[in-house]
């Protein structure tokens, strides 16, 4: 996706703050805010936050079970699931 089109100076943003913040609802894409001609902020709606934060959250799981694998802190799958099992039959 390319942000070259949702690019924005914060004076435009001060001036039409209550628009800019219905486009981020409606079109759910991100807008780039520029100060003095340089980025300085990304603004986006607050449900494409959630999913980003839930996604990096995610990842932060997938990249912590990779790291246990390389640390060969595994078990037999076989194992986890009988032991699970086990644990099951005496709440029962």
Same mark, same amino acid.
């Given at each position: 996706?390319?942000?070259?089109?949702?690019?924005?100076?914060?004076?435009?943003?001060?001036?039409?703050?209550?628009?800019?913040?219905a486009?981020?609802?409606?079109?759910?894409?991100p807008?780039?805010?520029?100060?003095?001609? =340089?980025?300085?902020?990304?603004?986006?709606?607050?449900?494409?936050? =959630? =999913?980003t934060?839930?996604?990096?959250?995610?990842?932060?799981?997938?990249?912590?079970?990779?790291?246990?694998? =390389?640390?060969?802190?595994?078990?037999?799958?076989?194992?986890?699931?009988?032991?699970?099992?086990?644990?099951?039959?005496?709440?029962?």
């Amino acid at each position: 996706m390319r942000y070259s089109s949702q690019v924005k100076p914060i004076s435009y943003l001060k001036a039409n703050a209550a628009e800019v913040l219905a486009q981020l609802s409606a079109q759910r894409t991100p807008l780039v805010i520029t100060q003095n001609g =340089e980025a300085r902020a990304v603004l986006q709606d607050v449900a494409s936050y =959630e =999913e980003t934060q839930e996604t990096l959250a995610l990842l932060k799981i997938l990249a912590l079970g990779c790291q246990d694998v =390389e640390a060969g802190r595994v078990k037999p799958a076989a194992d986890v699931v009988t032991r699970l099992r086990a644990k099951h039959a005496t709440r029962g």
